[in-house]
C-alpha cells in the first residue's frame, strides 16, 4: 500500500472508532466551530497543538508557521488572529515555542537557507537584541533561551497588534499566554502569562 492510501485508510479507521465511541462527534462538530483557544505555534510535525494539551478537533484555532513568529506584516496570521479575536471571540491566544527549534537555531548559526532566511531574519534581529544575555551561554544553553525569547517577543507582538489592543479597549476578554514545549519529556512550560494588558 502506498504511503497516501495508508493516510486514507487511517483515516477511514479514525473516523469509525470515533463515531463508534461517540455517534454523534461529527454532527456536532459541523455544527458550529466555538474554540475558546487561538495557538500560534511552530510548523514542526513533533508539536500537535490539540495533541499535547489533549482537546479534540474544535476546541483549538490554530495558526503554525515555521519558529512560531506573530509578524506585522503576515497577513496569513493577522487574517487569522483578526478572525479568532473578532468572529470566533476566542479567550485565550497562546503563543507556543519549543526547545530544539530547527528555526531558531538556523538563526543563531546564520545558516543561508534561501527564502526562509528572510523568515529567519525576525529571529536574528532578537538574537543581536539580546545578544549580551545570550553570548555567554554555550550553543544548547543558548538556543533554549532564544527560544524562550523568541516566544516572549512574539506575545509581545501579539498584545501590541492593533485587533487585539482594539478588542481590549472594547471590553473583551483575552488572555495571551506564553507558552514553550519540550520534545524531550512532552511538558508546557509556562513562561508568562498576560491577562488584559496592552
Not at 45 to 71: C, E, K, T, W, Y
Not at 120 to 138: C, F, M, T, V, W
Not at 141 to 166: F, P, T, W
Amino acid at each position: 500500500m502506498s504511503e497516501i492510501k495508508q493516510l486514507l485508510e487511517n483515516n477511514r479507521k479514525w473516523s469509525e472508532t470515533t463515531r463508534r465511541q461517540n455517534p454523534e462527534f461529527f454532527e456536532s462538530l459541523a455544527k458550529q466551530q466555538k474554540p475558546r483557544y487561538l495557538w500560534i505555534g511552530c510548523s514542526d510535525s513533533r508539536v500537535p497543538a490539540n495533541q499535547i494539551v489533549d482537546l479534540p478537533p474544535g476546541d483549538v484555532f490554530v495558526h503554525r508557521n515555521v519558529a512560531n513568529l506573530v509578524v506585522h506584516t503576515d497577513f496569513n496570521c493577522l487574517s487569522v488572529l483578526q478572525y479568532a479575536v473578532d468572529v470566533l471571540k476566542v479567550e485565550h491566544i497562546i503563543v507556543c515555542g519549543h526547545y530544539g527549534c530547527g528555526g531558531v537555531d538556523a538563526a543563531i548559526e546564520e545558516q543561508h537557507l534561501g527564502l526562509i532566511g528572510n523568515w529567519l531574519g525576525h529571529i536574528r534581529d532578537i538574537a543581536k537584541q539580546y545578544e549580551g544575555e545570550l553570548s555567554p551561554l554555550n550553543a544548547k544553553q543558548k538556543s533554549d533561551r532564544l527560544c524562550e525569547i523568541n516566544v516572549l517577543e512574539q506575545a509581545k507582538n501579539v498584545r501590541h497588534n492593533a485587533i487585539v489592543v482594539n478588542a481590549l479597549a472594547r471590553g473583551q476578554k483575552l488572555h495571551i499566554h506564553s507558552w514553550i514545549y519540550s520534545l524531550d519529556n512532552g511538558l508546557i512550560k509556562d513562561l508568562q502569562s498576560k491577562t488584559n494588558e496592552s
